[in-house]
């Protein structure tokens, strides 16, 4: 099969790309694995470097860059974008309440998408708002299945508790009532990517009075359904 793309330049920097793929290279080595000329094997790689899209390891051998792994993030968030969108109006039709999506950042969770509740008494919660870790079902959810250590450090300052985070991790899912927002209650489940890590939540959140004290009752089943979902779609598409 060809595959020469016509762009000469171009060809020769996935060869150089391709060769690093198999383990760190030196230029020698690199030279061996694409047959290109040292000259141009040496530019190329260091042009790469450059970008950050090849670095070098302590023996200053070429290895594939850091960019490439910021690159493969951003294509994950973008599809696990696309794949819960749908799911997530559907989780709204089906449980009359708002729906969202988190991911973790840091010491927050961050709101990266949404089906709001279109009429009546709704707890709305924009598209990039950042709510802290130490409060709310989506963070119980985010920390559960953290390291030791990790979990442990998260736990300091929440209102929930490590017996908490034991139960959620034994039913799956999550709720909260009045721990982030008073008057407000939430029901939220894993989304896993691959390896089964936690990579985000989805949420269920409306007034306490529709959600009632035990909202896990009402919308833990829908919640963990839409959860599997796109957890499943992620696998399809990677």
């Not at 000329?37 to 850091?66: C, K």
């Not at 950042?130 to 300052?157: C, F, V, Y």
Request: charged share 20%; proline share 5%; glycine share 10%.
């Amino acid at each position: 099969m060809d595959n020469s793309s016509g762009v000469g330049v171009l060809d020769k920097a996935v060869l150089v790309l391709n060769a690093l793929e198999a383990g760190p290279a030196s230029l020698a080595q690199l030279v061996q694995a694409t047959g290109l000329a040292r000259p141009t094997a040496h530019r190329l790689a260091v042009a790469l470097e450059h970008h950050r899209i090849v670095s070098r390891d302590t023996q200053g051998r070429f290895v594939l860059g850091p960019r490439l792994s910021e690159l493969s993030t951003a294509a994950g968030e973008d599809r696990l974008l696309a794949v819960a969108a749908p799911v997530l109006m559907q989780l709204r039709d089906l449980t009359g309440e708002s729906a969202q999506l988190y991911r973790r950042q840091g010491d927050e969770r961050v709101c990266v998408a949404a089906a709001e509740r279109t009429s009546g008494l709704r707890d709305t919660v924009p598209v990039g708002s950042a709510l802290p870790m130490t409060a709310g079902s989506a963070a119980q959810i985010l920390l559960a299945w953290e390291e030791p250590d990790r979990l442990h450090r998260g736990l300091r300052g929440a209102k929930f508790t490590a017996a908490t985070l034991a139960s959620v991790r034994r039913r799956g899912w999550a709720h909260s009532v009045g721990e982030r927002e008073q008057g407000v209650a939430s029901v939220s489940a894993p989304i896993r990517g691959s390896g089964g890590k936690v990579i985000a939540a989805v949420s269920v959140s409306g007034p306490i009075e529709r959600l009632t004290r035990a909202p896990g009752r009402l919308h833990a089943v829908p919640v963990m359904a839409a959860a599997e979902r796109i957890t499943e779609s992620m696998r399809r598409t990677s």
